[in-house]
C-alpha cells in the first residue's frame, strides 16, 4: 500500500506543520542525529572508496554511492530532522498557510545549525581523532572534498538544486510508501543517483568539507562559501521546484478545476 500523489501532498504539509511546531530541545536532538547519520554515511563511503583499485575507474564510483544511502534510510527510519528534506515539507506547509513564515525560517535556521553539529562531530571524532579517515584514507578524503569546491558558485548552485530534487523524492518516497522495504527502495534509488551524478548535498558537504579540512585539503573560506550556496540551490530544488510544482498541481490546481 502506498499514498496517492494527491494523498502525498497532505501527507507532506501534515508533516511539515507537526515539525514546525516541534520544540527547541527536539529538533536540536534530531537534527543532530541526522547530522551524524550522514557523517557515518560519508564516512562509510569513503572508506569503501578509498579501498578499491584506481583502474577500477566509474565503479568505485557507483559502489560508493551504494553506500552512501543508508544514512537517509536511518535518520528517516528513526528519526531525524534533516534540513534538506525540511525544505520539502516545512516548505509545503508554508505554502499551505498552516504555518507562518517565521516558524518556517525558525525550523530552517534550527536544523541547518544543528545537522551542521552533528556532521562535524562525525568528522572530528569519529574519522579524524578514532583514525578512521588518516592512513590510505587520507587522500581520498582531500579528493572527494576537492571535488565540492571545484566548480564555479553558479555551477556548484545549480548542481545543489538538481541535488535536493532528487534528494527530497526520495524522502516523499518514503512518505509514500507504508511498508519498511518500501521506504528503503524509495529513499535508495534517487540518493544512489545523486551521489554518482555528483551533486552537492548542503549537510554531506558538512561532513566531507569538515573532513576535508582536517586532512588539510579544504580551507575554511571555501567551506563557508560552499555552504551558502549549496544551502540556497537545495533550498531551490527542494523547497522551491519540488514542494512548489506538486502543491501547485495538487492545491492550487485542484482548486481551479471546473466543476
Known amino acids: ?7 502525498l501532498v497532505d501527507d507532506a504539509i501534515s508533516r511539515g506543520k507537526a515539525k514546525a511546531n516541534y520544540s527547541v530541545l527536539t529538533t536540536a536532538v534530531l537534527a543532530i542525529m541526522a547530522g551524524v547519520f550522514i557523517g557515518l554515511a560519508g564516512v562509510a563511503m569513503i572508506r569503501t572508496m578509498g579501498s578499491m583499485p584506481k583502474e ?14 543508508f544514512g537517509l534510510i ?9 534540513v534538506t528534506g525540511n525544505m520539502l515539507a516545512v516548505s509545503m506547509a508554508l505554502y499551505a498557510k498552516e504555518i507562518s513564515l517565521k516558524q518556517w525560517a525558525r525550523n530552517m535556521f534550527l536544523v541547518t545549525v544543528f545537522n551542521l553539529v552533528g556532521a562535524v562531530a562525525v568528522a572530528v571524532f569519529f574519522g ?10 587520507v587522500e581520498r578524503t582531500i579528493a572527494v572534498a576537492a571535488g565540492r569546491i571545484a566548480d564555479a558558485p553558479m555551477a556548484t548552485f545549480l548542481s545543489a538544486v538538481a541535488c535536493n530534487i532528487l534528494v527530497c523524492t526520495g524522502v516523499y518516497m518514503s512518505f509514500a510508501a507504508k511498508d519498511f522495504i518500501g521506504k528503503i527502495v524509495g529513499i535508495m534509488l534517487p540518493i544512489t543517483g545523486f551521489v554518482i551524478a555528483g551533486y552537492q548535498h548542503v549537510v554531506a558537504n558538512m561532513f566531507l568539507l569538515a573532513a576535508g579540512y582536517l586532512a588539510g585539503g579544504v580551507t575554511l573560506s571555501q567551506f563557508s562559501i560552499n555552504m551558502v550556496v549549496v544551502w540556497l540551490g537545495n533550498l531551490v530544488g527542494g523547497g522551491g521546484i519540488l514542494a512548489g510544482m506538486y502543491f501547485l498541481a495538487f492545491k492550487v490546481g485542484m482548486k481551479e478545476t471546473p466543476k
Open 1 to 7: 500500500m502506498s499514498l496517492s500523489p494527491k494523498e
Open 56 to 69: 577500477w575507474g566509474t565503479l568505485v564510483n557507483l559502489l560508493g554511492a551504494l553506500i552512501f544511502p
Open 74 to 82: 536511518c535518520l528517516l527510519l528513526v528519526g531525524g530532522e534533516l
Open 128 to 137: 579524524y581523532f578514532s583514525n578512521t579517515l588518516q592512513g590510505p584514507f
